[in-house]
């Protein structure tokens, strides 16, 4: 988990908003997440999602965080919050354009 950290440390620029996927993490509605990514892009020039691995994050790069957001209460596999964060950041997109892709 460590090792796992700092690989991820160094791959985040300074000025990065980290925000880590956390089946403990807040919930929040789609409306709520878009807001939030419109928050954070007005504030930072990075924003980075962080993914644990099968053992999860290292509660300090958990600490180290501005926001712990959860996807769903279930565990899921890495690879499925990949698919399900990029599905919501199209959707917090499109919203955020006024596109019609989200209907609620």
């Known amino acids: ?49 962080l993914i644990g691995g099968p053992d999860g994050l290292d509660p300090k790069l958990k600490s180290e965080s501005r926001q712990t957001l959860r996807l769903s209460s279930m565990t899921l596999p890495h690879g499925m919050a990949r698919v399900l964060l990029s599905e919501q950041l199209y959707r917090a997109r499109s919203l955020l354009s006024g596109h019609p892709y989200h209907r609620t």
């Open 1 to 49: 988990m460590l090792a796992e950290a700092e690989r991820l440390r160094t791959g985040i620029p300074k000025e990065a908003v980290t925000v880590v996927l956390d089946e403990h993490g807040k919930a929040v509605t789609t409306q709520e997440f878009s807001a939030l990514i419109e928050r954070f892009e007005q504030t930072a020039t990075h924003l980075v999602f």
